[in-house]
């Protein structure tokens, strides 16, 4: 165990030095795969003693990406990184796809560098004289779409003439040229962009990608499977390594274990314990998956726990929230507590620490502590009289010190290589009521002496969080040691991090506030609420987290593709299929009488036979109405839509043959189609379209408000971009359509109700709905990405 944690130690000061964050490289070395293969790269190179961050970055690609087939070639490529003749992702990207065809192979040298572009320099002049050619070529599209031109094919078509130029100049030209050409951005550009599809499919059915259920792992049918048992609390926790040489060996004594089983029963207890400082998000789901699960799993007990240890941060607003969606998400709490229902208990066993020698009231300004850690000295404080503390203590306690010129720190090791063990912050002072304790207390606990002594007072048998907790480990076990309490089992995973999306409160709280999205529950945002807004069933959350399990494997973000495949699961079982058209184009059907009006059935479940709740009632009459994207002017072979002469299939109705189009005054524009329709549905043709028709003659269907959601964000990891994250929201992540048409059924729906708008995707109704106009909001397409490879 010394021998492991001596190896972390310098692996991480080894990843350190090569320009990795403090962040990537300890998800690095908790990843024993990736660590060997970094470690390895590093020594190959020969930049043991440190390297600039971006060649650090690319040798870290080099860990995790480089081609297995072709270990051999492996020297020459980082040869190639360290001189700097390699010095961009795209380089190295075209290196990885030459090693992985040539593998073990010998080559050509001057054909690699070719591949790589190895001693290609391109200009800023290069890059204006391309960009400008590649716009003289698509001006008229580009004046036609304006800001909803693809800027990525742009940048596509720059690539295939520049392929090694520096994207980040590119974005910036690109951006220069839009600006010039276009000017600034208008109103009119945040509209609906053009409708890209023009080949419906014949039938909805197929519209989905049916996807073969891949059979469970062992890990998804119990991924609580290695959990340890209560009664097996007595083994060594951790191993914490002080300075002056000393190995703290953290477990609980026989005594210490028998009476917490017999206090528990010998049944398992966890804690989901959020912070009521904001919204939860996906991540969240995870987390409560852990612990609700673990105790469902085991027949045990979870306590919902609000850390509720700062007065300043926490809301009952927040609260409120956090009680509805942990039952929104199926789970039963054993008991509702606070971090604050233990203030008098947190506070004696404060004095107590202080009694023993391990605690000591500081007046170190939060500055000075910052300056005294890096420098790892002792606070000039920190050996004053156990008497002397403990007067001063009770003078913070009765407010007689004022906020700011004291607290309480641990004596822990100002020495030690784990900056978790620099005399953290026991206590602290604030002159501010607390939403669930009152105004009683002025001195408050921390995160750090709060957490782990809760969980030792509630028994707590498995305390389970996410890996960048994995350093306050020592820090845990030292304080309940140090107070001879009995000591949890932890354990930490890895954190759910999702792509186009942000999950820092922090962005949270700025998209929020600065009117970005529509509050914290709007369907654009992963919070837990939007998703439950948008649609998203509790059920396919905690399935998507099952199956993406609970490992220690860190440093991933799992595909938007895979949580948006678990919804379609479900809702393709559950929500019913109706029809909507989003953007009507009038369709006359002259060989119908203008009072008539069929009333067809159309089927909710693709499979129903005669069961009559599995049909409803469409009208059929002489005014119906197609989407405007299923008509076009010219036919060809592969689309499959209304064209003038040719004939479609009306989903549950007739097929119509178009013999005439209307135009507008501009003589593109089309305003009305005239069709016939075949009663006796004798012509079989290959498409099939959703519409609606009037109920009716002359009154218009029912008019429904839809709203489009999309991704947030347009690139994949938007809180890689630092300080320029905002400039990657996606202009057109909502879509109103404020007059769509439905069948006369829909009117019916009530707020929450989902469904599958034939064709278009699911839907469900939005709480904004009145008496006057339903209003849905776009869970998911029908299109399935993930199935198709994504991860």
Known sequence: MVKEDESRDRALELFLKIGLDERTAKNTVAN??????????????????????????????VATKYPANALVHR??????????????????????SFFSHTGSESFKLHEFEEACGVGVEVSEEDIEHTVSEIFEERASSILEQRYRTNVGELFGHVRKKLPWADQKSVKQIIDKKMLALLGERTAADDEKPAKKKEKPVKVEEKKVAVVAAPQPSEEELNPFKDFPQPEDNFKVHTEIFFSDDRVLRCCNSKEML?????????????????????????GHA????????LAKERSGCCYLRFDDTNPEAEKKEYIDHIKEIVDWMGWKPFKITYASDYFQELYD????????????????????????REKKMNSPWRDRPVAESLKLFEDMRRGLIEEGKATLRMKQDMQSDNYNMYDLIAYRIKFTPHPHAGDKWCVYPSYDYAHCIVDSLENITHSLCTLEFETRRASYYWLLHALDLYQPYVWEYSRLNVTNTVMSKRKLNYLVTKKFVDGWDDPRLMTLAGLRRRGVTSTSINAFVRGIGITRSDGSTIRLDRLEYHIREELNKTAPRTMVVLYPLKVVITNLDAGSVMDLEAKKWPDAQTDTSAIYQVPFSKTVYIERSDFRMKDSKDYYGLAPGKTVMLRYAFPIKCTNVILADDKETVVEIHAEYDPSKKTKPKGVLHWVAESSHGVDPLQVEVRLFDKLFLSESPAELGNDWLSDVNPHSKVVVPCAYAVPSLGEAKVGDRFQFERLGYFVVDRDSTSEKLVFNRTVTLRDSYGKGGK
């Open 258 to 282: 028998n009476k917490h089983l017999t206090v528990t029963g010998g049944k398992v207890f966890t804690r989901f314990p959020p912070e009521p400082n904001g919204y939860l998000h996906i």
């Open 32 to 61: 024993n795969k990736v660590t060997a293969n970094l470690t390895a790269v590093i020594h190959e190179a020969s930049v043991t003693d440190g390297c600039e961050k971006s060649i650090g970055n690319l040798l870290y690609s």
């Open 75 to 96: 020297p020459t490529l980082l040869e190639y990184i360290v001189s700097s003749k390699i010095k961009t992702t795209a380089q190295l990207d075209a290196a990885f």
């Open 286 to 293: 995870k987390a409560m998956f852990v612990s609700f699960g």
């Open 349 to 372: 066993l404060a004095v107590e620490l202080i009694k023993r020698g391990h605690a000591y009231v500081d007046h170190q300004t939060p500055d000075e502590i910052k300056e005294y």
